[in-house]
């Protein structure tokens, strides 16, 4: 048996038995004012407007080192960037299957008509190797860009580049920049690779570059090899510079820390890693 539920409780209709609504001033003048946010314009996502493939035309492969080789592309259409930026490359097989990878442009700003990248071959490396083994001069290859805002110089303010083996590639191209605009800032230039045959762009650098050899020095060499040090870099810091370091991940990590050690604040380090994707 269901037990009786206890009555509800008695209301009273009346409009007497509520509370008065409050009055509101119904002019405008008694509202708070909108807030003004000014004109509104339409601005591109954090990493730039979209970018479309575009096919470009390989017009000339150069030996940089016997696992390194840069290709200078041409494009259909202007490709504006800023010394440190990337593109993206793909590769498509006939059955409709892709490939991308990111390469660091070399060249310095220019009109945007042609590009230079550089690509170290990796053992077993899916597009590393086609681009040494297959690609050819007046080949067709699709790239996309430029992208990246952060690891990036204008040409303003002096810069400390350090660069590990192929890392060396966007600091080529603040350096290329510098030289052909004449800057007057200071730029100094350190690399570190493992022997005179693995120097990318080798006849390319001068006074302001510091060459650092971690295996087998060319003779003669006053510095014994061996990793890059505190001792390397505090005679070429920079007061007020900003400190870009690329290369692999374990390389980064240690320069960027050395130079925070010596000093240099950490905002002004820019970092960037890469990693094994062939």
């Known amino acids: 048996m269901t037990e009786a ?31 003004q946010i000014g004109p509104v314009t339409r601005r591109p996502p954090p990493g730039g407007p979209r970018r479309e493939w575009v096919t470009s035309t390989v017009v000339a492969i150069r030996s940089q080192t016997p696992r390194m080789r840069s290709y200078r592309l041409r494009l259909p259409t202007p490709l504006l960037h800023v010394p440190g930026q990337h593109v993206t490359v793909r590769l498509t097989a006939p059955d409709g299957y892709s490939a991308t990878r990111s390469y660091s442009i070399a060249s310095a700003p220019g009109d945007g008509t042609e590009i230079e990248l550089m690509v170290e071959r990796l053992a077993d490396g899916e597009v590393s190797t086609y681009l040494h083994d297959e690609l050819r001069v007046g080949d067709p290859l699709e790239v996309r860009g430029p992208f990246g805002g952060w690891f990036v110089w204008n040409g303003r303010g002096p810069v400390l580049l350090v660069g590990g083996g192929s890392g060396v590639v966007p600091l080529v191209s603040m350096l290329r920049h510098w030289r052909a605009t004449a800057s007057p800032v200071t730029l100094r230039l350190v690399v570190g690779v493992r022997s005179p045959d693995d120097l990318p762009f080798a006849d390319e650098y001068g006074d302001e570059t510091t060459v650092l050899y971690s295996r087998r020095p060319p003779p003669g060499a006053a510095r014994p090899p061996g990793r890059l040090t505190a001792t390397d870099l505090l005679p070429l810091l920079v007061p007020d510079a900003t400190a870009y370091v690329c290369g692999s991940s374990g390389f980064a990590e240690h320069a960027s820390q050395l130079l925070v050690e010596l000093g240099v604040p950490a905002g002004s380090v820019r970092v960037e890693r890469y990693g094994a994707t062939a």
């Open 5 to 35: 539920l206890p009555p509800l409780p008695h209301i009273e209709p009346s409009a007497e038995a509520l509370p008065p609504l409050p009055q509101i001033d119904p002019s405008a003048d008694a509202l708070p004012p909108l807030p």
